[in-house]
């Protein structure tokens, strides 16, 4: 089960439902696109992209850009990522769980990957390409108002 999890009080973990939505998005368009597609597979690709549709009406580039037939998770990712967050679509539980029966009808290896479940976090999840520091210590709280 995919499960994002806070990483703080005013956010949450999203490049996990971002992930399984693109690449379920390039997985149900790879197999239309090899003729391997089952009628099971096109229902699934069709629901997903309504449901994407549906949180992307008051964005017309991003709506555009799910008509696409993209076979790269990483295309997709560029093209409508920012859109899946602000438009809340990654908070969308229906729209999480037909992402995942697409990746798991279209490439079952793949959606093996996506069993991703964080509990307690005390660091980081996801990937850096550059240093990273964490402190465990708590907060210093701000420095009240100088005497005179």
């Known amino acids: 089960m995919l499960k ?25 368009a790879g197999a239309g696109l090899k003729g391997t597609a089952s009628d099971v597979i096109r229902d699934a690709y069709a629901t997903l992209k309504s449901l994407i549709k549906h949180h992307f009406k008051d964005d017309d580039a991003a709506a555009k850009a799910i008509e696409a037939d993209e076979i790269e998770p990483g295309v997709w990712r560029a093209r409508i990522g920012g859109a899946l967050t602000l438009s809340g679509a990654v908070d969308d539980q229906e729209l999480l769980t037909a992402a995942r029966q697409l990746l798991a009808a279209a490439d079952p290896a793949t959606a093996r990957t996506f069993n991703i479940e964080v509990g307690t976090n005390h660091g980081a999840i996801g990937e850096f390409h550059a240093p990273v520091t964490f402190s465990q210590a708590p907060p210093v709280p701000p420095a009240g108002p100088a005497a005179n």
């Open 4 to 28: 994002t999890t806070s990483m703080s009080d005013q956010g949450s973990y999203t490049m996990a439902a971002i992930d399984v939505i693109t690449t379920a998005l390039a997985a149900g």
